[in-house]
């Protein structure tokens, strides 16, 4: 997504971020897209899974070999007291592919990211039981990003741009099928009842990732204190060559002006917009 027509602005994984900044890649959040980390595992609601330690060989499967899913789901299961051996993972490629390994049984769960599950449950009518790692859940880590110098040089639309994705977020969290119909009459398709529920239903599945619940006071704040938390995490894994400043890679100083505005009034107007 952008900001200005020269693409100064860019949503995009605090993991790249990361590593990106030792390798002279310096960007800056200043609003985070969801509230909670992306990467989970998860299994059928009826899987007799019911606790990682329930993971230890079954085959979780991924998108291909060394996909960016394994590092979250090895540390979350690690944590849970498997070891690296007790861990399996299998490809199974995408989409179709991946939702037929499930499926026929070929694995037992899948390593993916809370939007990715939404589209397969809204696609496949399967329902997932989710496991969130317990210490980075509330590290979010997708979120809009630009260089230090874009930030200061363009601090009033980007004030106003965070404001408008505050807003986006609360109409999507409150009349997700208006934003079902906005989201696919965007991008050119073609949106019949049909296609609208399906939108919707993937939505309705990623509803608690989404900034967009009016109990967070602070849409799209990113907390300097689990960024550093998952600089950490990165180093300790030899994925960086240095710790990366949690405080050089993220700001807030958008963050109380796109909150400031009628909430209330704001959530009455988008429940009543058709």
Same mark, same amino acid.
């Given at each position: 997504?952008? %900001?200005?027509?020269? &693409?100064?602005?860019?949503? #995009?994984?605090?993991?790249?971020? !990361?590593?990106?900044?030792?390798?002279?890649?310096?960007?800056?959040?200043?609003?985070?897209?969801?509230?909670? +980390?992306?990467?989970?595992?998860?299994?059928?609601?009826?899987?007799?899974?019911?606790?990682?330690?329930?993971?230890?060989?079954?085959?979780?499967?991924?998108?291909?070999?060394?996909?960016?899913?394994?590092?979250?789901?090895?540390?979350?299961?690690? &944590?849970?007291?498997?070891?690296?051996?007790?861990?399996?993972?299998?490809?199974?490629?995408?989409? @179709?592919?991946?939702?037929?390994?499930?499926?026929?049984?070929?694995?037992?769960?899948?390593?993916?990211?809370?939007?990715?599950?939404?589209?397969?449950? %809204?696609?496949?009518?399967?329902?997932?039981?989710? =496991?969130?790692?317990?210490?980075?859940?509330?590290?979010?880590?997708? @979120?809009?990003?630009?260089?230090?110098?874009? !930030?200061?040089?363009?601090?009033?639309?980007?004030?106003?741009?965070?404001?408008?994705?505050?807003?986006?977020?609360?109409?999507?969290?409150?009349?997700?099928?208006?934003?079902?119909?906005?989201?696919?009459?965007?991008?050119? &398709?073609?949106?019949?009842?049909? @296609?609208?529920?399906?939108?919707?239903?993937?939505?309705?599945?990623?509803?608690?990732?989404?900034?967009?619940?009016?109990?967070?006071?602070? #849409?799209?704040?990113?907390? !300097?204190? &689990?960024?550093?938390? +998952?600089?950490? =995490?990165?180093?300790?894994?030899?994925?960086?060559?240095?710790?990366?400043?949690?405080?050089?890679?993220?700001?807030?100083?958008?963050?109380?002006?796109?909150?400031? =505005?009628?909430?209330? @009034?704001? !959530?009455?107007?988008?429940?009543?917009?058709?």
């Amino acid at each position: 997504m952008v %900001a200005s027509g020269k &693409g100064d602005v860019c949503g #995009m994984s605090i993991e790249s971020i !990361i590593l990106g900044y030792p390798k002279g890649l310096h960007l800056q959040t200043f609003l985070t897209r969801n509230r909670r +980390y992306g990467f989970v595992l998860a299994v059928p609601d009826d899987s007799p899974i019911r606790t990682l330690a329930d993971f230890k060989g079954q085959p979780i499967g991924e998108p291909g070999l060394a996909s960016p899913v394994e590092v979250p789901a090895i540390d979350m299961l690690m &944590g849970a007291g498997l070891k690296r051996s007790d861990i399996v993972f299998t490809p199974v490629g995408v989409e @179709a592919q991946a939702l037929a390994a499930l499926t026929s049984h070929k694995i037992a769960a899948l390593a993916d990211t809370t939007a990715a599950l939404a589209t397969k449950s %809204a696609v496949s009518g399967i329902k997932f039981r989710i =496991f969130r790692d317990p210490i980075l859940d509330s590290v979010p880590n997708n @979120a809009f990003a630009a260089r230090p110098d874009v !930030i200061v040089a363009k601090a009033d639309i980007l004030r106003r741009y965070t404001r408008a994705i505050v807003k986006s977020a609360i109409l999507i969290y409150e009349n997700p099928a208006l934003a079902a119909r906005y989201a696919l009459e965007n991008v050119g &398709g073609s949106a019949t009842p049909e @296609a609208i529920r399906k939108e919707e239903a993937q939505l309705a599945t990623f509803r608690d990732d989404i900034i967009g619940d009016p109990s967070i006071a602070r #849409m799209g704040y990113t907390p !300097i204190a &689990g960024i550093a938390l +998952y600089c950490k =995490f990165f180093n300790d894994l030899g994925l960086t060559s240095s710790l990366v400043p949690a405080r050089d890679i993220v700001t807030n100083q958008f963050v109380a002006y796109a909150n400031d =505005f009628d909430k209330k @009034a704001w !959530i009455t107007e988008v429940k009543r917009m058709r």
